[in-house]
């Protein structure tokens, strides 16, 4: 089993590390800095990076991390030509061996249209998924690049995954999130208690990630848009149809107008 630690970069992202307590990969290097200071202080080798798009906050710190160390540089298919430092494209159904574990490449169109993720599924304890700015924890990425039909169809991608997976975001937006989830679900027990539960991590300064696909599956409203209650909330707001698809393009458009008041 490889460790999976998340190192805080930038505002508010998150460098994923994997090791096996002496080969490291990371994913979505914003800035090279935290990496480097982690590989020294746990001797670890860098030996390969996973990006899942082309977003400067998750690729900014490839160049100076390929710099030090040869590194395989996994990136979408089409980034060798736009991200600096991809030496592997990688495409959907893709299979990485890396540090000795399978991990599958998954397209995640929506938030930009180059976006991918990665899934291990013997990493960590009950495998873990690295999705970038597609699916957060009680929240998903904005639309970028690509639509709502796209966006819908990644995340019902994800959600497929098994309940104990890690998912790995790539930013810190729970709080803001879970603001929003309560909006549309104010009786929503599990969300209530997760939110009471975030408050005292991000009170200590603590990162509320990885979340699991089965908390999000009872939290996440973009995961939710069959749940009766939630399809009440999206119709009040304006949702034309109660299809899945209707009522994601509704939450989407609800969460990029809505104002924390906290
Ligand atoms: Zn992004």
Known sequence: MLNISCLPALSDNYIWMLDNGSDALVVDPGEAVPVLAEIERRRLQLTAILLTHHHGDHVDGVPALTARDDVDVYGPTGSAATIPGVTCEVGDGAELELLGQRFEVIAVPGHTLDHIAYYGAQAGAGGALFCGDTLFSAGCGRLFEGTAVQMHASLQRLAALPDATAVCCAHEYTSSNLAFAVSVEP?????????????????????TLPTTLGLERQINPFLRCAVPTVVAKALAQGCVGDTELAVFTRLRLMKDGFQMLT
């Open 187 to 207: 009786d929503n027990e599990v969300l209530a208690r997760h939110r009471a539960a975030c408050r005292v991590l991000r009170a200590a300064d603590q990162p």
